[in-house]
């Protein structure tokens, strides 16, 4: 019998356009520098551009 697989997964918050989306990031390194602004708390400013979320995912 095959087990189960979970992959780490995180919804984060960001604006595009004036307009707050949600994005879905899957099976990433949750000890990466960049993801740490994510992981912490909500984010605001300059993390919560989506041009720059998508930079750091």
Do not use: C
Not at 41 to 50: D, K, N, R, S, V
Request: net charge negative.
């Amino acid at each position: 019998m095959e087990t189960s697989k979970f992959w780490i997964g995180i919804k984060i918050n960001a604006n595009l356009l004036d307009v707050e989306v949600h994005i879905l990031d899957y099976a990433f390194d949750i000890k990466h520098y960049r993801m740490k602004p994510y992981l912490q708390q909500p984010t605001f400013g300059e993390a919560y551009q989506l041009f720059n979320l998508t930079d750091n995912i």
